[in-house]
Nanobody, 121 residues
Framework: QVQLVESGGGLVQTGGSLRLSCAAS????????MGWFRQAPGKERAFVAS???????HYADSVKGRLTISRDNAKNTVYLQMNTLKPEDTSVYYC???????????????WGQGTQVTVSS
């Protein structure tokens, strides 16, 4: 099973940018759909973005135009470029891998430990 490690979180001011990375172990990374989810205190984990093994991309409406998901199969890494950040983007961000992928957390089999993103107003 693939193992995932996120990095790149931190504290940023409103309007700023961050790039999250998720490094995957294993030689079958290119077969997996990859997703980013986030969870704020007291809230359920929510879908942010996904990219299929074939490159099909989906975004949550709340992040369209500001966040960009991409993958580099040669580096076994998926990225989330976050621009024009808002205080409501403050959450722990998780990457996930699944053979089917999608907008639902149950469609993913492996999860990273999460990385904190805090956007100050």
């Amino acid at each position: 099973q693939v193992q995932l490690v996120e990095s790149g979180g931190g504290l940023v001011q409103t309007g700023g940018s961050l790039r999250l990375s998720c490094a995957a172990s294993g030689r079958t990374f290119s077969r997996y759909a990859m997703g980013w989810f986030r969870q704020a205190p007291g809230k359920e984990r929510a879908f942010v973005a996904s990219i299929s093994a074939y490159g099909t991309i989906h975004y949550a409406d709340s992040v369209k135009g500001r966040l960009t998901i991409s993958r580099d199969n040669a580096k076994n890494t998926v990225y989330l470029q976050m621009n024009t950040l808002k205080p409501e983007d403050t959450s722990v961000y998780y990457c996930a891998a699944g053979l089917t992928g999608g907008r639902n957390s149950y469609e993913y089999d492996a999860w990273g430990q999460g990385t904190q993103v805090t956007v100050s107003s």
